[in-house]
């Protein structure tokens, strides 16, 4: 067992020392104590989930993450729903595009039965066949509920479209068809081949002796046994279009969803900040800060919500750059003309002075409400490793934003933003030329 430790403060008041420990298993173990509250958050990822998947079995991350506290070669899901309930905890499990695993909160005092389930659920998980049913059956009605909703159903259309031939471009939750058609057997495969010490982070947040706690995990994870040459696939990288694509969709709703943009960047980007401040000027804080909601929503009056990001859905991958506004029909092409003139502004002129204090205000202001919880570090701890962001983040994250300037703005809008090279995806009551059709 080797050791790493790193210290992190934020001058608001914030500080929290961290452990890196990484058993000789492969699993990296991320210790922060808190004793303000006796409780304790428990998140053990595994850097495994639907980008590891073939088109042909989309779902299959997101079903075996949903499963895999339904049944272990120890206890059935009974056992372990009453295991947590008896004690007053919480307790889940999900897989999503880019990770997989457990969360998990529990009073101190019962922090080895949350560390023992966690273990039993990531090492031992059974796969029942009759919850596997069960859990088919139910996403099945969950993928059709989707197309209820026409804001999800303009997103998905969006990320099939710029996503195409990428993982991304599928739905965490995978289309009926595919659900349908996997099996136990390619849900234990999934399983054994990522659910591997060597692919999983445990962070563990709260009031514990760190001492105490490493020779517990020790014990309990320390014989969970590697997978021999375990290698991550290889994911292709997504390029940006390089001309403008539009789609419209027909629903029978009272409104337009309005999605609009292309690939955006990925986590590690070293422009991150500079784009981060990009955002909150065009359209991703709440307030006055940003145009597009301000002169939209509160000025035009064309919605009750729109924003715009490209840092938020940054991750291993490149993510997407997206405006969004929905919109009464009779608004479309005005909506339709605001966003893309917004974008095309931001791209081809210097934002002001104000406005880049006011970002960098709000963005050093708020972000101290990212760190209040056990569970938010614990987050946190997890993305600190995979993003490499480093343990003092809370430190040089507001001097990054304060270094940012009027330049470096105009330099990554113009740099990360295509105005000419859009796409735009319309869910409405419109035919498929984008004309706007009268519900009876």
Same mark, same amino acid.
């Given at each position: 067992m080797s050791n790493?430790?790193?210290?992190?403060?934020?001058?608001?008041?914030?500080?929290?020392d961290v452990e890196r420990v990484e058993l000789a298993n492969g699993l990296v173990l991320l210790l922060s104590e808190n004793h303000a509250t006796p409780s304790v958050s428990i998140n053990a990822?595994?850097?495994?989930?639907?980008?590891?998947?073939?088109?042909?079995?989309?779902?299959?991350?997101s079903l075996v993450g949903e499963l895999i506290d339904e049944g272990t070669t120890t206890r059935n899901s009974q056992e372990i729903a009453e295991a947590v309930e008896s004690v007053g905890a919480r307790f889940?499990?999900?897989?999503d595009y880019q990770t997989s695993g457990v969360q998990g909160a529990f009073l101190s005092q019962d922090i080895w039965l949350g560390l023992e389930i966690a273990?039993?659920?990531?090492?031992?998980?059974?796969?029942?066949?009759?919850?596997?049913? +069960?859990?088919?059956?139910?996403?099945?009605?969950?993928?059709?509920?989707?197309?209820?909703?026409?804001?999800?159903?303009?997103?998905?259309?969006?990320?099939?479209?710029?996503?195409?031939?990428?993982?991304?471009?599928?739905?965490?939750?995978?289309?009926?068809?595919?659900v349908a058609q996997l099996t136990r057997d390619d849900m234990v495969d999934f399983y054994k081949r990522y659910y591997v010490p060597e692919n999983t982070l445990l962070s563990i947040v709260g009031d514990f002796n760190k001492e105490e706690l490493k020779q517990k995990v020790e014990e309990i994870f320390g014989k969970w046994k590697p997978y021999e040459n375990f290698a991550q696939p290889a994911i292709p990288a997504v390029n940006r279009q390089m001309e403008p694509i539009e789609k419209f969709i027909m629903a029978a709703k009272e409104q337009v969803n309005i999605f609009i943009g292309h690939v955006g960047i990925d986590r590690k980007n070293q422009d991150f900040y500079a784009l981060l401040v990009m955002d909150t000027i065009l359209g991703s804080s709440p307030g006055f800060t940003s145009r597009i909601p301000r002169i939209l929503r509160d000025e035009q009056g064309l919605a009750y919500t729109t924003y715009s990001n490209i840092t938020a859905s940054a991750g291993l991958d490149a993510g997407r750059f997206i405006a969004y506004i929905g919109t009464s029909p009779e608004n479309l092409e005005q909506a339709l003309g605001g966003l893309r003139g917004e974008i095309a502004r931001m791209a081809k002129e210097p934002v002001t002075a104000h406005e880049l204090d006011s970002a960098k205000a709000y963005l050093t202001g708020n972000f101290v409400f990212d760190f209040q919880t056990n569970?938010?570090?614990?987050?946190?701890?997890?993305?600190?490793?995979?993003?490499?962001?480093?343990?003092?983040?809370?430190?040089?994250?507001?001097?990054?934003i304060r270094a940012v300037t009027i330049d470096e703005v105009y330099r990554v809008a113009s740099k990360y933003?295509?105005?000419?090279?859009?796409?735009?995806?319309?869910?409405?009551?419109?035919?498929?030329?984008?004309?706007?059709?009268? +519900?009876?």
């Open positions: 790493q430790t790193s210290a992190a403060q934020q001058p608001a008041q914030i500080q929290f990822i595994v850097l495994a989930g639907s980008r590891f998947e073939s088109d042909d079995k989309a779902g299959l991350a889940r499990t999900a897989g273990a039993d659920v990531l090492m031992n998980a059974s796969f029942p066949e009759e919850q596997i049913n +069960l859990h088919v059956g139910r996403r099945a009605a969950q993928i059709k509920s989707r197309l209820d909703v026409p804001r999800i159903q303009a997103s998905d259309a969006f990320n099939e479209v710029i996503f195409a031939g990428h993982p991304q471009h599928r739905p965490a939750i995978g289309y009926e068809t595919t569970a938010q570090i614990a987050e946190f701890l997890v993305e600190a490793e995979v993003y490499e962001l480093g343990f003092d983040y809370l430190k040089t994250y507001p001097e990054k933003l295509a105005p000419q090279a859009l796409t735009t995806i319309v869910v409405g009551p419109v035919d498929e030329l984008g004309n706007i059709i009268t +519900l009876n």
